[in-house]
């Protein structure tokens, strides 16, 4: 079994990424029910979008040449009918949002910039853009093209798209197979009684929590026995899971039988430790073709680096083709304090453009609280020991709620 020793921050981001696992089978399933799923192929835009020249605005749809003039009203277009070209001299059509546009009409005016005369003919404006409030056949999506690419996760707005081009059923890769594990004879569940020698499982279902968050249904798999042959009996039972993910029982100041019970089961560690703060006793590997995760013990740093480090992984193997996180450019509220040496994992909330620092940057990584009141993180390099007020750093944010949303929104 391979020593205890850290490697740095990027080292476990890169080794994680890299681990050598093959991507799920794939499903076809019906659009409805594809909801958060990868495409496992290339869509291509099987009908134009829009399909036909139609109105972008209820109004009168003429001849560009005829701009500035008094035009008669030939006819009314309503949305589903098609009407044949028949636009004489000075005419134009009364027509309705969305509805087909003949070929001699190529630019529309909304009512509300027009004046009728009392004979029924229509003044339209000369200041106009040739093609205004036309939506043209294929401008959009042109059959053919490249509608979605393979790796995209299906939203609502993708399910839309699809929808547009009456595709029922997609490509998808499967879900992953998740299960979540803690460590420790003293945990109790959250609805068994715990005295004062027990406390309750936190990480198990914080982690499945913030899993679901990010897309990956997982599964509660108790608590891993607390000796090594009854762990290694337990982990033999796990190799039809995508991923094991498990916190505590794998630094130095605890008994390692959970390392023992995965390496008698062919786990092979990719790293063991990661120089930062909070988190540095965790573990990435594999296990035949399970990844293997295990977090630290304390709350705070499970949820932290299963955020930072799993979530990324997982959408990777998932078969994402975007699956990092992106870094948004705020300033220091505060100047803060930090020690060099090592990756600092710095909790805070991003308020009118500032990275406000939790408490002063004063929490164990055995509390639960920081992580309710931040929405942020920042990642210090190992150089860093001191960041001064008003300083531009980047941070990546872990949580985003509704409220913060739009008070962000009104300023």
């Known amino acids: 079994m391979a020593e205890f020793s850290s490697v740095s921050f990027d080292e476990a981001i890169k080794r994680s990424l890299n681990l050598d696992f093959e991507l799920p089978s794939t499903v076809w399933l019906p659009l409805m029910n594809a909801l958060g799923y990868v ?11 829009p399909s036909y020249n139609n109105a972008a605005m209820d109004g009168y749809a003429f001849c560009y040449a005829n701009k500035g003039k008094k035009l008669s009203i030939t006819g009314r277009i309503l949305a589903g ?28 005016v909304p009512f509300e910039e027009c004046t009728v005369e009392s004979d029924g003919r229509v003044n339209i404006p000369f200041d ?11 401008e959009e999506k042109a059959q053919g093209t490249l509608l979605l690419k393979k790796g995209e996760c299906i939203d ?22 998740v299960v979540v594990l803690s460590t420790g004879d003293e945990l109790k569940k959250p609805w068994e009684k715990a005295s004062e020698d027990e406390i309750y499982d936190i990480n198990a279902f914080a982690l499945i929590a ?60 990719s790293f063991h430790g990661v120089n930062i703060k909070p988190g540095k006793p965790t573990m990435f590997g594999m296990m035949g073709s399970t990844l293997v995760a295990s977090m630290p013990g304390n709350p705070l740093a499970a949820f932290i680096n ?21 870094l948004t450019m705020v300033t220091m509220q505060k100047p803060l304090q930090v020690k060099a040496g090592r990756v600092n994992i710095i909790l805070g909330h991003i308020k ?28 210090t390099d190992e150089k860093t020991d001191f960041i001064e007020e008003g300083a531009h750093i980047h941070v990546l944010f872990f949580k985003t709620r509704f409220s913060e949303t739009i008070e962000h929104l009104k300023n």
């Open 156 to 177: 609502a707005s993708t399910v839309a798209l699809l929808a547009s081009q009456g595709i029922g059923y997609v490509e998808v890769y499967r879900k992953l197979r």
């Open 128 to 138: 106009l853009k040739k093609g205004n409030a036309l939506r043209l056949r294929g």
């Open 81 to 108: 009918e098609s009407v044949d070209s028949s636009l004489v001299g000075e005419q134009c059509y009364k027509i309705m949002t969305g509805a087909k546009v003949p070929d001699d009409a190529d630019t529309i």
């Open 210 to 269: 913030l899993l679901k968050e990010h897309g990956f249904e997982a599964e509660y798999g108790g608590v891993v026995p607390d000796n090594e042959e009854a762990a290694i009996a337990y982990f033999k039972t796990m190799h039809s899971y995508d991923v094991i993910v498990s916190s505590g029982g794998v630094s130095m100041g605890e008994a390692d039988f959970v390392e023992k019970a995965l390496h008698v089961n062919g786990f092979v560690a």
């Open 39 to 49: 495409l496992s192929n290339d869509v291509l835009c099987q009908k134009n979008l």
């Open 306 to 326: 299963t955020f930072l480090f799993l979530i990324p992984v997982l959408k990777k193997r998932s078969g994402h083709n975007q699956y990092y996180f992106g």
């Open 352 to 379: 009118d453009n500032q990275f406000h620092t939790f408490g002063e940057n004063r929490y164990g990584s055995g509390m639960i609280t920081p992580l309710l009141h931040s929405n942020a993180l920042l990642i």
